[in-house]
């Protein structure tokens, strides 16, 4: 047995909690109309997910909550649990004895579901009960008026009863739920095709961008090699430049301090150009003193010696013209000629030339004198002439280092020209630098690391200063910045690409092997209705022969085309055929009562068997036999409880023979149902 028991409280009628306990293929529960007894099958529905509130003969949720009476307060919820026998672990996926399935209403109409008192969804529930073939409505839970049921159906719904008492519902739910997830997977794949779509052009031009950003990223590699090599080697040319401006200018300034000190000294001598005109005056004055002395020299030694030639012979005597004037003043003033002649016979004989007069002795004095004056003389212009040299050499010695200067200082202007030149290109290259380093990275600025490079023609720097002048153009037009985000957003949107590819791939995938599924649930689906169909039909014309003494009934399959959206379905359904013995009938409709209800049993105890659930609820199926067809339904339901639990809601005796266990449910004047253990004598005058 799988079914233990069922817990009622608050369901309905049951105000308090009310237990059956099943520990007999058999059971049955008895009680007058009106008892309540009904809710009991009512309460199996709930408990195992109906959600059609109608089939449990209310409107609302809060109609399954007993609603209250007199003496007994409403409740607040309605609870139905069923405790199931897992032992023999029926329930694969539960690993416990036991397994109980609750359900709660409240009067708000929330519904909760437990399962071992965790919270569940009705999915969950469902699931769990689909896998040992156990529905809500269907086969397995028959309530009086229903045993019709499935001969009133129609094909199409008749079919999908079979299939549920197959077990063919949790093939079914799984078809289902893949034609679902199919459905969503090619809608998903939709949703990515258009998203795919939607980047394709953004991630085209970012592709573009980025082959332009790798195109950049090579010449900005490039560019950081050749400008490393560059500067390295402009760097060492202007070095070795500055260093020979260097070497060059080191003489050129000490020659200019030289001769800068030379030229100082020389303008000490010669302060101004009258210095040398002042003494050239000075040394042709003296030249001219000198020569009047030598001149007076000569003159006075002239006289001397003409005065000792007198006066060996005084013919020739000559007397100075002052001594004659004198003479003729003082001869002038004589009174007689006596005087005069006396005067000039004194004058004759004073002179008289002889070798110590006084005119040679003054003239010796005389030249003397001169001779004193001439060495004077001499000396003075011995110093003039000297003065005068000095000057003159120390001019020329100016004028020489006058014109060495303005040598030095032509040489280094030439080479303060090239010390500029030098100053422009350096400065030019660390502008060059500058802006290769802000294009390249500052990589560019650790060209000095590395090997010393070997000598080449200049030629080749010019060619590499070219070539990174282009590179220069071309990063600068490609406009580097920002170029960050760009390949950030293209590798981002490319993830994203590639992403979406690998979700089609896999949707692809999925849907393949959905697709898959779906064929092998239909094809599981069609051999074991087959299978199952033929199973059936057996049991049902044994059935059948058994509540009718003989005869035949089976279950056709058959084939409606319809028109659904301009397409045509082909709608698969059962019918019915019966023959009864020794009465010929074509149709269901001319069947009696009695007859729909037993072929019904038949075909409801047929299909039970075929696939067995747990447990069978039949709820007054039997109220329409007579004592006759009671006995043959009571033969069936022994049959039947060989491979199902029963459970039955009857009124029978011949019903309630056949049960183990006996529950009577009787209701008072308050409205409440309640559960009485009777014994089979009890039971039959409950039941009346």
Known sequence: MYLKSIELAGFKSFAKKNGFEFNSPISAIVGPNGSGKSNVAEAFRFVLGEQSIKSMRGKRGEDLIWNGASSEPRANRAAVKLVFDNSRKVFSDIDFSEVTIERMVHRDGLNEYSINDSQVRLKDVLGLLASVHIGIS?????SQGEADKILAASPKDRKGMV??????????????????????????????????????PHLKFLSRQVEKLEKTEAERQELTVLAKEYFKREDIYLSSLRSTLTAERKPIDESLKKLAKESQDAKKVVRFESDLNEARWQKDELTRELGKLEGLIISEERLIENERRLA?????KTVRLKEIESLFREVSVLKTITEVIAKIRDFIKDR????DSKLISDAESRIAELKKEKITLEKSLEIARNKEIQISEAEKALLVTKSLENEMSSKLSILKAREERLEIEEEAMKRELEEVGHLA????????????????????????????????????????????EVEKEYRETSERDAFLERELSDLDK????????????????ATEFSSGLEHINNEFGKMFGIMFGGGEAELILTK????????????????????????????????????????????????????PPPFIILDETDAALDESNSKKYGDL???????????????????MSRAGVIYGVTMGSNGVSKLLSISFDQAVEVAK
């Open 138 to 142: 269907g086969h397995h839970i028959i």
């Open 510 to 525: 999925s849907a393949k092997s959905l697709e898959e599924i779906i064929k092998d649930l239909e094809k599981r689906l």
């Open 637 to 655: 339901v022994e049959i039947l409880s060989k491979r199902s639990q029963l459970i039955l809601i009857t009124h029978n005796r011949e019903t």
């Open 441 to 484: 990275g500052i990589e560019v600025l650790r060209f000095k690391d590395g090997e010393q490079p070997l000598d080449e023609a200049r030629g080749k720097q010019e060619e590499r200063k070219h070539t990174i002048q282009r590179l220069k153009i071309h990063l600068e037009d490609a406009n580097v910045s920002g170029m960050d």
């Open 352 to 355: 008289k030339h002889t070798t």
């Open 560 to 611: 409606e085309s319809e028109i659904e959206e301009e397409e045509e379905k082909i709608e698969e359904g059962l019918d019915i055929k019966v023959n009864l013995p020794k009465k010929k009938i074509k149709s269901l409709m001319m069947l009696s009562g009695g007859e729909r209800a037993l072929t019904s049993i038949a075909l409801i105890f047929a299909i039970s068997q075929v696939n």
């Open 163 to 200: 299939e549920d008492a197959l077990g063919l519902k949790i093939y079914q739910y799984k078809r289902l739920e893949s034609e679902r997830k199919l459905k969503k997977t090619f809608e998903n794949t939709g949703q990515v095709q258009a998203l795919r779509k939607e980047i394709a």
């Open 312 to 316: 060996l012979s005084d013919e020739h």
